[in-house]
């Protein structure tokens, strides 16, 4: 059974920093696209940023320069640094992996998902 779960949300003021962390198990290949999710009050989900195994990155838009995405695949483990923060970037925070390792932001292409990990931004 796959599991992800995510760490390093909190409450920040504008202009501030967090690292978010996703650690990975009951993963049978590591080979696959991951990447983070989030989902404001009151709007759907929309893709942040997608790393594939040999570290090639794609972001949103509204994050570029400010978010970066990385992966340890020896430790299982996803990270998402924010710097930056911009109130509009308060909401709950997924960690996601795909079905296969091509790299993307469609939500239908991720079938695990983590519980979530809030980031609020004041």
């Known amino acids: 059974h796959v599991q992800l779960v995510e760490s390093g949300g909190g409450s920040v003021q504008t202009g501030g920093s967090l690292r978010l962390s996703c650690v990975g198990s009951?993963?049978?290949?590591?080979?696959?696209?991951m990447g983070w999710f989030r989902q404001a009050p009151g709007k759907e989900r929309e893709g942040v940023a997608a790393?594939?195994?040999?570290?090639?990155?794609t972001y949103s838009d509204s994050v570029i320069g400010r978010f970066t995405i990385s992966r340890d695949n020896d430790k299982n483990t996803l990270y998402l640094q924010m710097n930056s923060l911009k109130p509009e970037g308060t909401a709950v925070y997924y960690c996601?992996?795909?079905?296969?390792?091509?790299?993307?932001?469609?939500?239908?292409?991720?079938?695990?998902w983590g519980q979530g990990t809030q980031v609020t931004v004041s």
């Open positions: 996601v992996r795909a079905y296969t390792a091509v790299i993307n932001m469609d939500v239908v292409e991720f079938g695990y």
């Open positions: 790393i594939a195994i040999g570290g090639a990155t």
């Open positions: 009951g993963l049978t290949s590591e080979i696959n696209c």
